[in-house]
DNA sequence: GTTACCTGTCACATAAACGTCACGATGCGG
DNA sequence: CCGCATCGTGACGTTTATGTGACAGGTAAC
């Protein structure tokens, strides 16, 4: 879960230091050293959190996170506040005004990575991912167990994503590369006769309880999920 | 969200202006101007929060908070301490005391009222009281007991605590991010492994008992509390 | 103090899952 | 019916995730 940050803090030092970790965490980093430059900067490119530091010439942080709040596209963007002290008020109303997290200095990097990762979480779509239910298969995201014609069938991460992918977007052809892409993430490596066996590690997995071959394959084009039986040879 | 909250101040103006405060936000107000008056109302009324002033006549603030703290049914109810001295040694005593708050007084009633709000949104998850049963397995949150077929079985604090969230969300698989949030708080900085490790206490506490593996490992997801057996299935 | 937990972290062991290949089987166009 | 392209399959070495035992620090009870 890289994020794309927004750091505002006036001291260049610091600045460059939780630059240089958030960078390293995965992140993509934007920064600013006083509010208005951070203003100007959110206006054109929305950032997914706001690492805000409480003190700053100028416009205070206060006031660049109440606008925050105050527009529309960035109601939603959490913020973190920086504080140097320890001070209760400023927690407060770092709070009351809808910081989502604040961090004392001084802190440890990993501290702060941790916490980004907490509010990203807490923010992220809470998809309660539905179950799914098709030609009698039964895959349900959320205890991440697969039924076949009632019986309980055991499948490994990479099939379990991969015929989630599947059943939900059903009775459509999907090429090998586009299958790396949506299961394995298109940034993966991989050959594409990859995709063949672990189709066939999930058939042999799913067949002994099933006897259609719901997973099709559509020679020279991919595979595809249907409970509309084309053709079905076997002895 | 209102709370029922318990005010113990002896000055009558001053009980008199929170409490109208805190009426008018919302919440409902007991009241008491000594600490013996305090540990009466608690005994028949459970506050879901205490606002405590440290200068009481007879038994002092301290003091009630540690009753408080060392009672198994007023142990998770926060308390904020209101004081008319900053100092910072009455802070560190009220901190390690177990208050989760500390107010200085003067204070202004929004102020009071952002930082009740905050201390009950932290609290807020708050687990139900009620015992759970599963699978032979037994735990009753009000004695702190549990019990594997029948046999008395000894957890610490973390694993008792993991296995009541498990239990309570079962047959739902869990992330080691997500335990770390629910069972040891989204402001605690553990690594992800050390989840592992309190999985496996907790197993080797209770599998002398059971005879199945009712906490289970969901490779690359995470855990699961289930008393439906996944069988291994091979070829 | 001393003792007996409990805790978080590590290093290492074990087991599962992964990606790749070689080869055989199958389907399709000619 | 042939030949080529495509796909299925079993095996294998490697990588990755999880299990496990040990340890040092911390805390509370005694």
């Known amino acids: 879960m890289p994020a794309n940050i927004l750091l505002v803090e006036d001291e260049p030092a610091i600045q460059e230091l939780i630059a240089a970790n958030l960078t390293r965490a995965g992140h993509t980093v934007m920064r600013a050293s006083d509010a208005e430059t951070a203003q100007r900067i959110v206006r054109e490119a929305l950032p997914d959190l706001v690492l805000l530091d409480w003190m700053l010439p100028g416009m205070s942080g206060v006031e660049f996170a109440r606008r925050l709040r105050a527009d529309e596209r960035t109601r939603g963007i959490p913020i973190i506040m920086l504080t140097a002290r320890s001070e209760e008020q ?15 200095k001084p802190f440890s990097p990993r501290e702060l990575v941790a916490r980004i990762k907490a509010v990203l979480r807490r923010r992220a779509p809470q998809a309660t991912e539905d179950a799914v239910e098709l030609g009698g298969l039964r895959l349900d995201p959320a205890t991440h167990r697969v039924t076949a014609a009632g019986e309980l069938v055991n499948l490994g991460p990479t099939e379990f994503r991969l015929l989630h992918f599947l059943m939900t977007h059903a009775e459509r052809v999907h090429s090998r590369s586009q299958l790396l892409d949506q299961v394995w993430g298109d940034h993966v490596f991989v050959e594409e006769r ?6 066939r590690r999930l058939r042999s997995a799913l067949e ?4 259609d071959r719901l997973v099709q394959t559509v020679r020279g084009s991919g595979y595809r999920f249907s409970t509309e039986i084309t053709e079905m040879v076997n002895n």
Chains 1, 2 share one sequence.
């Open 90 to 104: 400023d927690k407060v109303m770092g709070l009351d005004i809808g910081a989502d997290d604040y961090i004392t």
């Open 194 to 199: 990859t995709v063949d066996v672990h189709i």
């Open 208 to 211: 002994p309880s099933l006897h």
